[in-house]
């Protein structure tokens, strides 16, 4: 099986004790009218802010491009390519964000477990929240057409929403699906529901309060977003890449073309179909131009390789194309006015793309970005954190401990790093230790870094000279991946994905660290 990455990001909570009885709503700094996470249940815990997070769904509508920003709708100007600007932003929703549709004054939302928001994009610079319906499964994808929102609702099918008061969207039918729904475009009467591993489902919603299912195609692979243009359906099958569907006939669709490539680590994930092309975000493959004036034959006629292409819109001229991964996290804008010879024009970037840890300090948030390396963020106000500085650390950071007026930061492939954070605006390492693994954290003690080191199990470095570290200890448990490690006392606890275990170790010059690890549980980072 191929596994799913998933990107962090920053979430600030507020954990003072709260009036009010248990369970109930807890109002953030932000809980406004125009803040869905108003609405957020918790116990003596508020949200009051977030930074940055992956990108999810975009669309464009004119000179701007809304997108999903981690558990926020981002609006961009995009009337310069070149140069594309935040110039506004909603609240926090309670999800993160996976699919947008903009018409007229309005930006629908698909938020996975939030369900559908409806913002007013009347003035692009303050979208503002004007309601929302929380669908029972988790949103992946949506289509509007006339007064209906269409969702599709992951394990919970397709759900219609009557959207004609866009202040109280209702759900009024459902068809639940045999899969699990991860996108859907809507063509006259029917609604075609890419259907994960399903394949692709026809649903007739001429009567939107009783849709029924009326014919389907189990495509080869895992159906992820659909695009009908004409006779013909375009299905983004993941690893099968695109699959060409005839369906004249909704009731009895089938495959006439296709187009895949031999590499099983390319993933179709998201189609657009315009002016005879197809727009394929293809995963590590970047965004790939298929000419499909022959369905049964579609050719690749040009390739951007910018990043690993999640989601993807067109617009005009170009394509704004949505990527993820371990590389160019960010929204690509794409020149496609010669579909043969794709170009960059213009790139944004959010903040905080790949958070892996973060240590506090003197109103400050040190964190392990693992794309972007070790980001320093003033939280002496919660509510409107910004970033005040930056180290770029060599290799990918992936844990950050912090004492007096020294930072030391663990990098996937380069060790562990020291760094003056005196002045937070002015960065400077002052020393490195290259280990024998690949570093996830690290916890200080006195003049000592206790580095967790994957298949290298427990490393410990003495740090009294910060320009010259040296390793002075190591545990290495058998058959180990040590992810996550902190120190009380006489005693390293080392969190291992590999199952419960303990033992002494070895601690060449080191006296008085008794037990170089006792196993406090186990932690697992990876989903299948």
């Known amino acids: 099986m191929k596994m799913r990455l998933f990107t962090l990001f920053v979430l600030i909570v507020c954990l003072s004790l709260m009036s009010g009885t248990p369970g109930a709503v807890a109002r953030g700094a932000e809980a406004t009218a125009s803040s869905p996470a108003a609405q957020e249940q918790s116990q003596h815990v508020r949200l009051v802010n977030h930074l940055g997070g992956s990108i999810g769904g975009v669309t464009v509508q004119g000179n701007y491009a809304f997108l999903g920003v981690g558990r926020r709708l981002v609006v961009l100007d995009v009337s310069d390519p070149a140069q594309p600007a935040v110039v506004g932003q909603s609240g926090l929703l309670l999800d993160s964000v996976r699919d947008i549709v903009a018409a007229g004054n309005y930006a629908y939302v698909a938020a996975a477990g939030a369900g559908l928001y409806i913002f007013n994009i009347s003035n692009p610079a303050a979208p503002a929240w004007v309601g929302v319906c929380d669908t029972p499964g988790y949103a992946q994808g949506v289509a509007v057409a006339g007064s209906y929102a269409y969702v599709a609702d992951f394990d919970q099918g397709l759900r219609v929403l009557d959207i004609s008061n866009p202040a109280a969207p209702t759900e009024i039918g459902f068809y639940d699906t045999p899969g699990f729904a991860q996108g859907l475009a809507v063509a006259g009467t029917y609604a075609y529901v890419a259907d994960e591993y399903k394949g692709l489902r026809v649903v007739d919603i001429s009567n939107p309060a009783a849709p029924t299912e009326i014919g389907f195609y189990d495509t080869l692979w895992c159906a992820y977003a659909v695009a009908v243009a004409g006779n013909f359906a375009y299905v983004a099958d993941r690893d099968k890449g695109l699959r060409v569907l005839n369906v004249s006939n909704p009731a009895a669709p089938n495959e ?11 993933w179709a994930f998201d189609v657009v179909v315009r002016g005879g092309y197809a727009f394929l975000a293809y995963d590590r493959g970047g965004l790939r131009t298929l000419d499909v004036s022959n369905p049964a034959a579609p050719t690749l006629v040009g390739v951007y390789s910018g990043g690993y292409a999640r989601k993807v819109a067109v617009a005009g001229n170009h394509a704004y194309v949505s990527s993820g991964g371990l590389h160019s996290v960010g929204l690509h804008i794409v020149d496609i006015s010669n579909p043969a010879a794709p170009a960059g024009a213009g790139f944004y970037e959010p903040p905080l793309k790949d958070v892996r840890d973060i240590a506090i300090a003197d109103n400050a948030a040190y964190v392990a970005d693992f794309l972007e390396g070790m980001r320093v963020v003033d939280v002496s106000n919660p509510a409107n954190a910004t970033e005040t500085g930056f180290y770029n650390i060599p290799g990918n950071a992936t844990g950050v401990a912090v004492t007096g007026d020294k930072a030391y930061v663990t990098a996937w492939d380069s060790g562990l790093h020291i760094l003056d954070i005196s002045d937070p605006a002015a960065i400077t390492e002052l020393g490195f230790y290259k280990t024998p693994g690949l570093p996830r954290d690290v916890a200080v003690a006195g003049n000592f870094a206790y580095v967790a080191d994957s ?58 660290l008794e037990s170089l690890c006792a196993y406090a549980g186990r932690l697992s980072l990876d989903r299948v």
């Open 256 to 266: 006439i073309g296709f187009y895949d490539t031999p590499d099983p680590n390319e």
């Open 455 to 512: 298949n290298k199990g427990l490393r410990v470095i003495d740090v009294s000279d910060p320009a010259a570290p040296v390793e002075v200890g190591f545990y290495d448990p058998p058959a180990g991946q040590s992810i996550s490690v902190a120190v009380v006392g006489a005693y390293a606890y080392l969190a291992d994905i590999n199952g419960l275990g303990g033992g002494g170790g070895r601690a060449a010059g080191r006296g008085h």
